[in-house]
């Protein structure tokens, strides 16, 4: 029987399994524990997050950057606590058992246009045409290693479009930001916070809007909704937006297009009054 | 830097997928970046979480590796085709960062040491020399070719041809070559083609053929080489750069293969989102054989080979040239006359 471990190697063996060190190298991996699996050390993963950060930062339209952030910074605490959340809600718990995928084929559009206006169904499909996007283009979760864990960002990146719908926000970097920091407020996930970074890329304008407006509504709504990704949206689309949104605890902010509207045509107007004195 | 990546940077319009070499899943319509696009249909099925079934090969019993996947003989050939088209467009600026830089000494060596060109003092009818290089589509390979034959032997004739399976790798070598001064000669030209294969190409026509960092990606490499020997003209000469599987000193080597396996693919996600792609050629370096074997082969295609020592079965003894304690190597033959 291998004698019992030192005091301190006991430390470093009960320490989350996250930190401690890991049993395998980069050239012995262990076999995936689901299909798209890729096991990383601990270099790797924080590597990983170090350059998919800068990079997610230079280019925010790099969506597998942004992806590869949040798998690499989920751990140790951050999306264990999000499954918690899931495992201690009864509907949480529905959608791990049935584990639905949110794609262009269980999301109709079709279907979801012909809804009743008020329905969440159709309030997605609306957004979706507005902004001009599809349902498809999540990646698919590689670096979780926990099965489970991989299945909940999962859902949590196939319901962003839906925490859009039923807030507005549109897809430009303003509106995302308004959501990302929604969602930090909301899911506690490390890289919706880290993502908060990019309003150095905000115009002046659109900072001062993030800063006095929808930065104070992202964090007052976050804080106080249920988990958003305890909702089984499946279920939910006949359901009124607005029923949900209150049994959610989630007010809507103001539309971001027509804020940004008003003031392009203000601006315009200005600038026709200044060339007119100006011109004469 | 990473905005090298359209494919990547843009979400989906309506109008249907971006980019061609992004690939929908049938059954349940998500969009892949990946380049490892499985073509059969039972292959599909292998990311869905349910029924993971990995795929057997249907028409063949013959099977290969790629990289340490099994694959059907017959579908080996598409699977590098997708995995070059995801590459092409970043596919400099990778091979500088996976290399540090290396691979410009590397080329450039190998065709120095090749010497293209014929002086025009030596001969009384300066024809110039047939170049084919094969697996060449980006033409580094080629457009050092032509400047050594230009500038250092002062020829004006040779030509190459750039031969490559890939159509998109055939792309960027056509854009390189649209900004040289080569453009308004006829000393290139371009041929989409199966290295094992080569019926537009005659017999015996070749003065110098060369495949840098290409035939570890072949099918059938012992049919690429006697295709090699049978386009070469008597006296004519066999050229090949290629990774090699391991370095001679185990203590590099280790940390060699560290970098292959972790950074290289890390790497690839984070500059041309692409992890897929890069794990598969660091794979296939892995699987393509030791020096001494390879020379074995190039031995039973038929070349002399120069410089090698113990004949008989298996690999020989000497006969090529390790680049950067054996990251790389050069091997070489002729055809006899």
Wanted: net charge positive; with cysteine; aromatic share 8%.
């Amino acid at each position: 029987m291998p004698p019992s471990p030192s005091l301190p190697l006991r430390r470093i063996l009960t320490l989350p399994p996250a930190l401690r060190p890991r049993a395998f190298s980069i050239l012995s991996r262990p076999p995936p524990n689901y299909p798209s699996h890729v096991p990383l050390t601990n270099l790797e993963r924080g590597t990983l997050a170090i350059t998919s950060a800068i990079g997610s930062l230079l280019n925010p339209r790099r969506h597998d950057l942004i992806a590869a952030l949040s798998e690499t910074t989920a751990h140790p605490y951050f999306l264990p606590r999000l499954r918690r959340a899931m495992l201690a809600n009864s509907t949480g718990r529905r959608i791990l058992r049935d584990r639905p995928r949110i794609t262009s084929q269980s999301m109709r559009l079709e279907d979801l246009r012909k809804l009743p206006d008020n329905t969440v169904g159709r309030a997605y499909a609306a957004w979706l045409d507005r902004e001009g996007v599809t349902p498809d283009t999540r990646d698919p979760v590689r670096y979780v290693d926990d099965p489970e864990e991989a299945y909940v960002l999962q859902r949590y990146r196939e319901t962003h479009d839906f925490t859009h719908a039923i807030t507005g926000l549109p897809v430009i970097i303003e509106g995302e930001l308004a959501i990302k920091a929604f969602e930090f407020a909301n899911t506690l996930l490390p890289m919706t916070g880290l993502s908060l970074a990019a309003v150095v890329r905000l115009k002046k304008a659109e900072r001062a809007r993030f800063f006095e407006v929808y930065g104070p509504w992202a964090v007052r709504n976050g804080l106080r909704a249920e988990e958003v990704v305890n909702v089984y949206w499946e279920e939910e689309l006949e359901t009124d937006v607005g029923a949900l949104r209150e049994r959610l605890g989630i007010e809507m902010p103001p539309d971001l297009r027509e804020v940004r509207k008003v003031e392009r045509e203000k601006k315009r107007a200005e600038k026709e009054a200044e060339r007119k004195t100006m011109g004469g | 830097m990473a905005s090298f990546v359209p494919r990547a940077s843009k979400r989906l319009r309506l109008a249907g997928p971006s980019s061609p070499s992004s690939w929908v899943c049938n059954d349940c319509r998500r969009t892949f970046a990946s380049s490892i696009r499985p073509r059969q249909q039972q292959q599909q099925q292998q990311h869905h979480h349910q029924q993971p079934t990995p795929p057997h090969p249907s028409q063949d019993d013959k099977t290969t590796h790629f990289g340490f996947e099994t694959v059907s003989e017959s579908l080996k050939a598409g699977r590098v085709r997708d995995v070059f088209s995801s590459v092409a467009a970043n596919y400099d600026t990778m091979n500088d960062l996976m290399s540090l830089g290396i691979h410009r000494l590397w080329k450039d060596y190998f065709v120095r040491s090749l010497n293209p060109g014929i002086p025009p003092s030596t001969t009384s009818s300066p024809r110039g020399q047939k170049i084919l290089d094969i697996a060449g589509g980006t033409g580094d390979i080629a457009l050092r070719h032509l400047d050594h034959s230009t500038t250092i032997n002062n020829d004006h004739k040779t030509s190459v041809i750039i031969s490559d399976i890939n159509p998109e790798m055939l792309a960027e070598g056509m854009k390189r070559f649209a900004s040289s001064p080569y453009k308004p000669t006829n000393r290139v030209s371009f041929l989409e083609a199966n290295a094992e294969d080569l019926p537009t190409i005659e017999s015996n026509s070749i003065d110098l053929y060369t495949v840098a960092f290409g035939i570890r990606n072949f099918t059938h490499k012992q049919k690429a080489l006697a295709e090699a020997f049978r386009v070469l003209k008597p006296g004519g000469v066999f050229a090949c750069l290629e990774f090699t599987p391991n370095l001679s000193n185990p203590l590099l080597n280790a940390i060699y293969k560290r970098w292959s396996f972790g950074a290289i693919p890390l790497i690839g996600q984070v500059v041309a989102a692409d992890r897929d792609s890069y794990q598969y050629l660091v794979e296939s370096i892995e699987k393509f054989p030791s020096q001494a074997e390879f020379a074995g082969m190039i031995r039973d295609a038929g070349f002399l080979i120069p410089g090698h020592n113990s004949p008989g079965e298996g690999g020989l003894e000497g006969g090529w040239e390790d680049l950067t304690m054996g990251v790389a190597a050069i091997h070489k033959g002729i055809k006899p006359a």
